[in-house]
C-alpha cells in the first residue's frame, strides 16, 4: 500500500463535507503504525459516499470502516429519523446501518421504461376473472401490510424539518376485501407517530430560509415562493420490510413536478416519486409512485406576521400507464417487488427514467384520445346514415 493514503484521507476528512480530494505523499512510516482511534475519528466525520470511496483505498481503511457505529452516524445525519431507538432496533434487525445505507442511499430507478412503447401496450383481457385482476388472495396474504414501515425525512435547504415513522400500512389490518380492492392510499400526516411534545404539524418559516411575501397577488406574479420551494425542498420516503430485510428510498429526492395555488390560491402542489417495476403484476408492466406534498400559507407579510407555510398532505399511491389508481391487492406485490429493483446513485440517471414514463404515458393518452374521436365519428357517421335510410324509406 502507498503511504499517502494516510494523508489521502486526513485531507479527505478535512475537506470531506465539499467532497473534494486531494492527494499529497508525507513522510509516514506505515499506515499499522497509526492508531486506530485516529482513523475512526477521522471516518467519523466523513458522509457516506466518501466514507465508501476510503473504504477502497487499502485492507486496514477496508476493515476500520466496516464499523457500525460509522454508518449509524452517516445514517444520523442523512436521516434524523433513525435516531429513534424503536428505528434503530429495526435497521440492526434488517442488516445494520451499512446495509441499511447501501440500500437506501440509491434511488430506485427503471429503465425498462425506455424500451417500452404505446403500441406494445396491452389492455386488460376481457375474459379475465375477478381473481385474476384483483390477484390471488391467498398469496397477497402472505404479503403482510403490517410487515412494512415508512421513514420519511423532510428537508429544506438542506436542514431538517420533519422526521416520522409510519409501522405498518393504515387500514390494511382487516381481510374484509376492502383494502385489498380499493385504491392503495397512504396519507402519512394522519396515521404517523407523534411526538409527546409536538402536534404533529409541520410549519415552514422566514427563519428555515423562505422569501418574504407581501401578499399572494405579489406571489401569483412573481412566483418567487414557488421557485424556492422546488429548488429548496428533498424528500426521501424509505420503505422497510421486516421479514424481507430490506429497504429501498421511494422518493426521487428533489422534486419532479407540481402545480402553484391549486386547488385554493393559498396551496402549493409539489409532487415526488419512482417508476417502480410491475412485471407479472399488471399488463403495463411499470407503475408510478406519486408522493404528493402539499403546503398552506398560513401568514403573509400583509398580516403583520413573518410568512409561514404548514404542511397539510404528504401521500403516497401508485397509478399505472392510464392514471388508473393501483389496487391494494397489487400494490403490496409492486412495493414487495421494488424492494429488490435496481438502483442508481446517478440522480439524472432517475430523471431520464421519470421523464421517459412521463412520455410514454402522455402518447398513450394521445392515442387513447384520436381512438375515441374516431370512434366518435363512426358513432355520428352511423347514426347520419341510419336517420337517411330511415327517411328514404318512409318517403
Known amino acids: 500500500m502507498q503511504i499517502s493514503s494516510f494523508v489521502f484521507l486526513f485531507e479527505l476528512c478535512l475537506l470531506g463535507s465539499q467532497r473534494f480530494l486531494t492527494m499529497s505523499v508525507a513522510p509516514v512510516e506505515g499506515i499499522p503504525a497509526l492508531s486506530s482511534d485516529l482513523f475512526y475519528d477521522i471516518f467519523r466525520r ?10 477502497c483505498t487499502c485492507a486496514t481503511l477496508c476493515s476500520i470502516s466496516k464499523e457500525e457505529s460509522l454508518w449509524e452516524n452517516v445514517c444520523s445525519s442523512m436521516w434524523p429519523s433513525t435516531n429513534r431507538e424503536d428505528v434503530k432496533s429495526l435497521i440492526s434487525s434488517i442488516g445494520g446501518f451499512r446495509k441499511f445505507y447501501a440500500d437506501c442511499f440509491p434511488i430506485v430507478v427503471n429503465k425498462e421504461v425506455v424500451e417500452y412503447q404505446p403500441n ?7 375474459n379475465w376473472t375477478e381473481a ?14 403490517s410487515d412494512f414501515v415508512s421513514i420519511i425525512d423532510i428537508r429544506f435547504k438542506g436542514k431538517p424539518v420533519c422526521s416520522k415513522v409510519l409501522w405498518g400500512i393504515p387500514n390494511a389490518n382487516s381481510y374484509d376485501g376492502w383494502f385489498y380492492n380499493c385504491p392503495f392510499r397512504i396519507d402519512f400526516l394522519t396515521y404517523a407517530d407523534r411526538d409527546d411534545n409536538n402536534d404533529g404539524s409541520v410549519h415552514l418559516s422566514v427563519s428555515d430560509g423562505l422569501p418574504h411575501i407581501s401578499s399572494m397577488e405579489r406571489e401569483r406574479k412573481d412566483g418567487k415562493l414557488w421557485r424556492e420551494l422546488c429548488e429548496g425542498l428533498q424528500l426521501s420516503w424509505i420503505i422497510v420490510n421486516k421479514k424481507m430485510k430490506q429497504a429501498a428510498n421511494l422518493a426521487s429526492w428533489s422534486p419532479l413536478g407540481g402545480q402553484r395555488h391549486w386547488p385554493t390560491d393559498r396551496d402549493f402542489v409539489i409532487r415526488f416519486g419512482s417508476v417502480l417495476p410491475a412485471k407479472d403484476i399488471l399488463p403495463c408492466q411499470v407503475v408510478e409512485c406519486i408522493l404528493i406534498m402539499k403546503f398552506r400559507v398560513v401568514h403573509t407579510e400583509e398580516e403583520g406576521v413573518q410568512t409561514t407555510l404548514k404542511l397539510t398532505e404528504l401521500s403516497m399511491q401508485l397509478e399505472d400507464m392510464e392514471g388508473a389508481h393501483v389496487n391494494g391487492r397489487n400494490s403490496l406485490h409492486i412495493l414487495k417487488d421494488a424492494l429488490s429493483s435496481r438502483r442508481s446513485k446517478n440522480y439524472g440517471e432517475v430523471l431520464e427514467s421519470c421523464h421517459m414514463y412521463s412520455k410514454v ?27 337517411m335510410t330511415f327517411w328514404y324509406c318512409v318517403l
Open 46 to 55: 466523513l458522509d457516506g459516499a466518501t466514507l465508501a470511496s476510503a473504504a
Open 120 to 126: 406494445n401496450y396491452h389492455e386488460y383481457p376481457d
Open 132 to 145: 385474476e385482476y384483483y390477484g390471488d388472495m391467498n398469496e397477497s396474504e402472505n404479503i403482510c401490510p
Open 361 to 387: 404515458q402522455n402518447e398513450l393518452k394521445e392515442e387513447k384520445m384520436r381512438n375515441e374521436s374516431r370512434l366518435d365519428r363512426l358513432c355520428i357517421l352511423s347514426g347520419i346514415a341510419a336517420f
